[in-house]
Each structure stands twice: as structure tokens, then as C-alpha cells.
């Protein structure tokens, strides 16, 4: 599976910006793509995921309400539809994909993802 990742910016607070994550190669129906985002100085952590089959979405508790996961399996898309923007915000965000089930509380750990795109850039100006 490669995974490229788009649609990082330059944004104002308040402002939205849609991140896409093509994916090719082989996929598999049964796992989990994923957002995570990393900040300077910080660990790389998860931000929303959805599994290719069923469309069951995870958030981080930050971005509730304000950021929303989504994919189309016709075109191997997954968006990351993001409001509200915030400084906090800014990081290079990657998508990823597991290479098939994950369990629950195995979610939101970058160890159960094993193809990951390049990052694209966000950066939320106060």
C-alpha cells in the first residue's frame, strides 16, 4: 500500500482545510486508515480514523466537533475535513493505514499502523 498525502496549508485561526490520502496499491476492506499529526517538540499522535469497511469513525478528544473523517472506497480516499482551526493545530499531519483489523484499544497507537504517507504541513497562524 503507498499512501500520498495532500492539501496541507498556510490557514488563519477559524479558518477549515481538507486534507486527502490517496491510497494504491493492494488495500484491505477489513483495516483501519488513519490521521495522526505531529508538532514540533511533540510525539506523533492520533488524531481520526475509519475503517474501510463500514465507515466507523474514532476521534482524538480535541478535534470532536471539529474535525471530520471520511473516505471513498471507490476512488481509495480518506479526507480529513478540518473547522475551526486553532495554533494548537499546526503540525505535519500523515495518514496511515493498518494492514488489516485493529482492536479498540490498539486504535489510537502509531504501532498498529504499518504503511504511512509523507506528511503534509498545517500551520494555523493565531
Known amino acids: 500500500v503507498q499512501l500520498q498525502a495532500s492539501g496541507g496549508g498556510l490557514v488563519q485561526a477559524g479558518d477549515s482545510l481538507r486534507l486527502s490520502c490517496a491510497a494504491s496499491?493492494?488495500?484491505?476492506?477489513?483495516?483501519?486508515m488513519a490521521w495522526f499529526r505531529q508538532a514540533p517538540g511533540k510525539e506523533r499522535e492520533f488524531v481520526a480514523g475509519i475503517r474501510w469497511s463500514g465507515g466507523n469513525t474514532y476521534y482524538e478528544e480535541s478535534v470532536k466537533g471539529r474535525f471530520t473523517i471520511s473516505r471513498d472506497n471507490a476512488k481509495n480516499m480518506v479526507y480529513l475535513q478540518m473547522s475551526s482551526l486553532k495554533p494548537e493545530d499546526t503540525a505535519v499531519y500523515y495518514c496511515?493505514?493498518?494492514?488489516?483489523?485493529?482492536?479498540?484499544?490498539?486504535?489510537?497507537?502509531?504501532?498498529?499502523?504499518?504503511?504511512w504517507g509523507q506528511g503534509t504541513l498545517v500551520t494555523v497562524s493565531s
Open positions: 496499491g493492494r488495500t484491505f476492506s477489513s483495516s483501519i
Open positions: 496511515a493505514s493498518s494492514r488489516g483489523p485493529v482492536i479498540l484499544s490498539y486504535l489510537r497507537s502509531d504501532r498498529a499502523y504499518v504503511y
